[in-house]
């Protein structure tokens, strides 16, 4: 798994926290899932993108964003994920798992996530099987990227967290 030393430390950190300080902690800053960039570039999809995967017709492509601006931005971007994914869940998670489906859906957008058999073995009660979903969501515009494959690796693995020790 490719969690960095520096990102598992921060997560220890936040442990007892709860799901969407695990989630922020996870996907922001320079050693996060979502590796902060400063200024605005095209992702792999083609998207004007800045700061830690914000999209969106507020991207000023010529501007250099601060650490404050990011930090903002995953805030405001998170709290809608959270709203959705919660609003979808209905089965009892812990923070880590919930985490983990804040951080795979903050990737591949609410919508897919809304529509996914993960969401529908999830909400069945199959949380092993919810969990195993995540390994088929490693390809964008029909590539498989080995970014990809690392993060859903880094949210199985805190899909199985139970409690702070895990986390060492």
């Not at 979502?34 to 200024?39: L, Q």
């Not at 010529?62 to 931005?73: A, G, I, N």
């Not at 957008?109 to 069945?124: C, D, M, Q, W, Y």
């Not at 080995?146 to 899909?159: D, P, S, V, Y």
Request: glycine share 8%; with cysteine.
């Amino acid at each position: 798994m490719a969690l960095s030393s520096a990102l598992r430390k921060r997560l220890l950190a936040v442990a007892g926290a709860g799901a969407f300080t695990i989630a922020a902690t996870l996907l922001g800053g320079s050693d996060g899932l979502e590796g902060r960039r400063y200024t605005p570039y095209l992702d792999v999809a083609g998207v004007l993108t800045v700061c830690d995967g914000h999209t969106g017709a507020d991207v000023i492509r010529d501007k250099s964003y601060t650490d404050s601006e990011c930090d903002s931005l995953l805030r405001i971007d998170l709290q809608q994920v959270k709203n959705s994914v919660d609003a979808l869940v209905n089965v009892p998670l812990n923070d880590y798992q919930r985490a983990a489906l804040y951080s795979f859906a903050y990737n591949t957008g609410t919508r897919a996530f809304a529509s996914s058999k993960l969401l529908l073995k999830l909400n069945a009660g199959d949380i092993n099987g919810a969990r195993e979903e995540l390994r088929r969501w490693i390809y964008a515009k029909g590539v498989r990227r080995k970014g990809l494959i690392n993060r859903r690796q880094i949210e199985r693995w805190l899909f199985e967290v139970k409690n702070k020790d895990d986390l060492r």
